[in-house]
T-cell receptor, first 114, second 115 residues
Framework: GAVVSQHPSRVICKSGTSVKIECRSL??????MFWYRQFPKKSLMLMAT?????????EQGVEKDKFLINHASLTLSTLTVTSAHPEDSSFYIC??????????FGPGTRLTVL | SQQGEEDPQALSIQEGENATMNCSYK?????LQWYRQNSGRGLVHLIL?????REKHSGRLRVTLDTSKKSSSLLITASRAADTASYFC???????????????FGKGTLLTVNP
């Protein structure tokens, strides 16, 4: 199966700082990558869709300036949480697709903002 | 808004028993997928069923899809303690106007299999 990695797996930061999360497809080129957010015991909420070389498409209610997405190559997308606040603490998961159907999910990044 | 709604929200069974989880959705779909998530981990793809399919099997998993009722079920037979996890359905609402493929997830069912 296709493998997607995320780094870091866990990060703790102070309020006001920025945090970058990387999502990589290790053994395939991803046509599209997606970023999700998940609160404890809740479902995944799609934040944005990212295509290589173009601007990300954000879901309604997601602040573009707050959550910066850069899709530098067909195997790498990054999510930067800018000026993080405690309410940004969450589990962030990326996924990548190489076709139209199956999405392959990363292991997630636990962000805690103090 | 949430497309998929799973029930029950939580299910506790004994090892060896079968577990059935249901998912309902609201709009038309291209396909429906089931995922598994262990606590604090990423999602693992279990099975995909297309809108023109009614039933699909994969090992101990059996998925049904009823597009007239906009519902799907996931059956895990002969459950094991290692099956303990959250299970989510996700729908692909289609690809209109060349838009990107997106999944909408349900709230999930927390399955606990007691040894």
């Amino acid at each position: 199966g296709a493998v997607v990695s995320q780094h870091p797996s866990r990060v703790i930061c102070k309020s006001g700082t920025s945090v970058k999360i990387e999502c990589r497809s290790l053994d395939f080129q991803a046509t599209t990558m997606f970023w999700y957010r998940q609160f404890p015991k809740k479902s995944l909420m799609l934040m944005a869709t990212s295509n290589e070389g173009s601007k990300a498409t954000y879901e309604q209610g997601v602040e573009k300036d707050k959550f910066l997405i850069n899709h530098a190559s067909l195997t790498l997308s990054t999510l930067t949480v800018t000026s993080a606040h405690p309410e940004d603490s969450s589990f962030y998961i990326c996924s990548a697709t190489r076709g139209r159907d199956e999405q392959f999910f990363g292991p997630g990044t636990r962000l805690t903002v103090l | 808004s949430q497309q998929g709604e799973e029930d029950p929200q939580a299910l506790s069974i004994q090892e060896g028993e079968n577990a059935t989880m249901n998912c309902s959705y609201k709009t038309s779909i291209n396909n429906l997928q089931w995922y598994r998530q262990n606590s604090g981990r990423g999602l693992v793809h279990l099975i995909l069923i297309r809108s023109n399919e009614r039933e699909k099997h994969s090992g101990r998993l059996r998925v049904t899809l009823d597009t007239s009722k906009k519902s799907s079920s996931l059956l895990i037979t002969a459950s094991r303690a290692a099956d303990t996890a959250s299970y989510f359905c996700a729908t692909d609402g289609g690809n209109s106007g060349g838009s990107n493929y997106k999944l909408t997830f349900g709230k999930g069912t927390l399955l606990t299999v007691n040894p």
